[in-house]
């Protein structure tokens, strides 16, 4: 399996098993860093309406499409609908605000159709079930390929249920070793929705470590990262792959489609070379024994509880 070859189930559709992820590449940086990721070879680029940036990752599509001689049927775009969140003064949006928002990032990003589109969390409160009302008619439409939700719990997707429409497809979730939610991700699995996992990189030392990235990683967390004991070094320096390398590795052999984010091209490759050492049965049941509970990569605390 190389990394363009890798993907997984969506729907009807295929999904590549790495994406890049863009939360926190300034608008006016998206369109370079973006072109960069598809020139060594990510074919699946994850942005939000919330990032502040779909102008510039949809430059960053076209530049790289045409430097890599891509057409964009070779490339897989996910974009989310930022639902409101009245705990922050952010009226949730209804079915026709949810259509002109989604119409407003496909114009941003310059695109016809979003192979990959989702409501970004549950704060949408009682228009929940209207927004993903107008979701399911987009993919309908034909406008998108796939429809999801993203930091849903159990009890939000339920919801869909009982309004009697279409479950959704996946749900992108803060994933990782420290938070494995193993509770949802079984639910996830039995009603075949795709867990996709986002902060696969929490662990690492030197994530989010810049003035101004705020999340809820605790002291002990850091700390721990920082350990020259920390297992998830140990168990790298045995494959012979990057810490990150490992973590992301724990990701896609979990089934998870995986997002990592980064602004240098060396470590953009490393991060798309997954797919020539395996993590043993016996390291995968010695990190499954690792987790800590909930998200950290929200400041505000997991998004699960928004709604
Ligand atoms: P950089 O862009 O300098 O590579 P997030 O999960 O919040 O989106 O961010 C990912 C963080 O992990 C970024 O700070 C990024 O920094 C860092 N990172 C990404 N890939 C690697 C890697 N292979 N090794 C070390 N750090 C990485």
């Not at 559709?13 to 300034?26: E, N």
């Not at 803060?174 to 699995?189: G, I, N, T, Y």
Request: hydrophobic share 40%; glycine share 10%; charged share 20%.
């Amino acid at each position: 399996m190389t990394p363009l070859q890798s993907r997984f189930a969506l729907g009807d559709i295929h999904i590549p098993a790495v994406g890049f992820g863009t939360y926190l590449i300034a608008d006016d940086d998206a369109a370079g860093v973006v072109a960069d990721a598809i020139s060594v070879g990510f074919r699946h680029i994850d942005t939000a309406a919330g990032y502040h940036n779909e102008a510039g990752v949809g430059a960053g599509i076209a530049d790289g499409i045409a430097r890599a001689g891509l057409s964009r049927d070779d490339l897989f775009v996910t974009t989310k609908l930022w639902p409101g969140n009245a705990a922050w003064g952010d009226p949730p949006k209804g079915y026709d605000e949810t259509r002109a928002a989604f119409e407003a990032s496909r114009t941003a990003l310059g695109l016809d159709v979003i192979d990959l589109y989702l409501i970004h969390a549950p704060s949408g409160a009682d228009k929940r079930v209207e927004q993903w009302q107008a979701l399911c008619d987009l993919k309908t439409e034909g406008m998108v390929r796939a429809i999801g939700v993203s930091n849903y719990t159990e009890a939000h997707i339920e919801e869909i249920r009982a309004a009697g429409l279409p479950m959704p497809e996946a749900n992108q979730i803060e994933l990782h070793p420290w938070s494995q939610k193993p509770d949802l991700v079984a639910f996830l699995r039995a009603e075949g929705i795709l867990p996709i996992a986002y902060s696969s990189l929490v662990p690492l030392s030197t994530w989010r470590a810049e003035p101004g990235q705020s999340s809820a990683k605790t002291e002990e967390m850091k700390a721990d990262s920082q350990s020259a004991e920390s297992p998830f070094k140990t168990m790298a320096a045995r494959y012979g792959v990057s810490e990150a390398q490992l973590l992301l590795r724990w990701g896609v052999q979990s089934g998870f489609p995986v997002l990592p984010k980064s602004t240098n091209a060396d470590r953009m490759k490393q991060n798309l070379d997954l797919f020539s050492f395996e993590i043993s049965r016996q390291d995968m049941d010695m990190m499954a024994a690792m987790d800590r509970g909930d998200g950290v990569a929200w400041a505000t605390g997991d998004p699960r509880d928004m709604g």
